[in-house]
């Protein structure tokens, strides 16, 4: 290979014109990418262009994605280590591309050592400013908004990083569509109230504050991956709550016992078939209180609760809760919508929403925030 003379390196912190994308620390020396959809994103004029990544993990390698002009390019697997990955070369050189190299794994809570860098950059030409975006979109939710299942096959059951997909879901689709920048935090199994399997101690909500408390381990703690977020420097327009699908499936899981304390978690059915009514009781008021928490920390922005891709149950709940929140607090920015259940046609690989199913709920939920933030 003929090697370029040309190229310059240069830490990711002496980058001139550099944009982040999710939640961080702040720090560019290294940068960590911690959340799905999170991302580093330049305007490059030049004709090669290299990054600097350190990735690890015990279980769950990283992911990337790399788009140039919105279009991707690349997908591929880190293992571990610190080494350069290729972004373009032998491109025209005069013209300026735009680059977005994207997280397409969600933070692995299972997986302490899991964990994506980028430490520099080697390139041929010059770097232009990144502008921001008219608006911004935060969503939250679960293995759906994870992008769980839109890569692979139907058949496939593994639960592995390979079918996660952050680029090819309903949040970049939405972003794209309404020319947004955008924040994801999920998690697959979480909810409101309780994970799928009952485990209280997996829900969003206790977490919201954080940069990305979900992981845990001494590692993660030295990143910053505990400490407060930065409200004040990024402000969603909209806030896309997507839970409620795995409190669901509490109810129809086995109990969940806590190993430190003993005690037993259950959301129970009635004898025939129905939620209890106390245990559905608590995932409202969880909900309204989860509600509260996002307008404390996002005072003007719209929150939309979706729900639907893969069933309806817990939506007379939800409902509930929003009205329950709007009449105490008197709160008129926040709606609920709902999304295109999956199809035949529609599902993706372990029985979660396919591209097509994220595709149509994207088609319909930006046409509402179109309608809401421009009313």
Not at 114 to 127: K, M, P, S, W, Y
Not at 171 to 183: G, H, N, Q, W
Not at 215 to 221: A, D, K, T
Not at 258 to 264: C, F, I
């Amino acid at each position: 290979m003929k090697e370029n003379g040309k190229l310059k390196e240069a830490a990711l912190s002496e980058v001139a014109h550099v944009k982040v994308h999710g939640r961080t620390t702040g720090s560019l020396a290294p940068l960590t990418l911690f959340w799905t959809g999170s991302a580093v994103e330049f305007n490059a004029k030049g004709s090669e262009l290299w990054v600097e990544v350190e990735a690890d993990y015990d279980v769950y390698e990283p992911w990337i994605s790399i788009e140039i002009n919105s279009f991707p390019v690349s997908r591929q697997m880190l293992t571990a280590g610190r080494y350069w990955v290729c972004v373009f070369r032998g491109m025209n050189e005069e013209a300026v591309k735009n680059v977005r190299i994207v997280r397409e794994l969600q933070a692995m809570s299972d997986d302490p050592r899991c964990c994506l860098q980028i430490h520099a950059v080697r390139f041929d030409g010059e770097f232009l400013p990144v502008p921001d975006r008219a608006l911004k979109l935060e969503f939250i939710g679960d293995s759906i908004t994870s992008g769980e299942g839109v890569v692979g096959a139907k058949a496939e059951e593994d639960w592995i990083p390979m079918w996660f997909s952050a680029t090819g879901n309903y949040t970049a689709m939405t972003a794209e569509a309404l020319k947004a920048d955008y924040r994801v935090l999920s998690q697959s199994g979480w909810g409101v109230l309780t994970s799928w399997d009952n485990n209280p101690n997996r829900n969003l909500p206790d977490y919201y504050g954080q940069v990305c408390g979900v992981l845990g381990g001494e590692r993660n703690e030295a990143l910053g991956a505990s400490q407060a977020n930065d409200f004040e420097a990024w402000q969603p327009d909209a806030v896309i709550v997507n839970l409620g699908t795995n409190d669901g499936g509490a109810f129809n899981s086995p109990e969940w016992t806590d190993p430190a304390t003993g005690q037993v978690y259950k959301q129970r059915l009635n004898d025939d078939g129905t939620f209890n009514a106390e245990d559905l009781q608590a995932f409202e008021a969880a909900a309204e209180s989860f509600l509260g928490k996002l307008r404390q920390y996002n005072p003007e922005a719209h929150i939309v609760w979706v729900y639907g891709m893969l069933g309806l149950p817990m939506m007379p709940a939800i409902y509930r809760a929003v009205n329950s929140y709007t009449a105490k607090s008197g709160d008129r920015k926040v709606s609920v919508f709902q999304l295109p259940n999956i199809t035949e046609e529609s599902v993706g690989a372990r029985s979660h929403p396919g591209r097509l199913a994220h595709e149509q709920a994207a088609r319909v939920l930006s046409a509402y925030l179109q309608e809401i933030l421009h009313s």
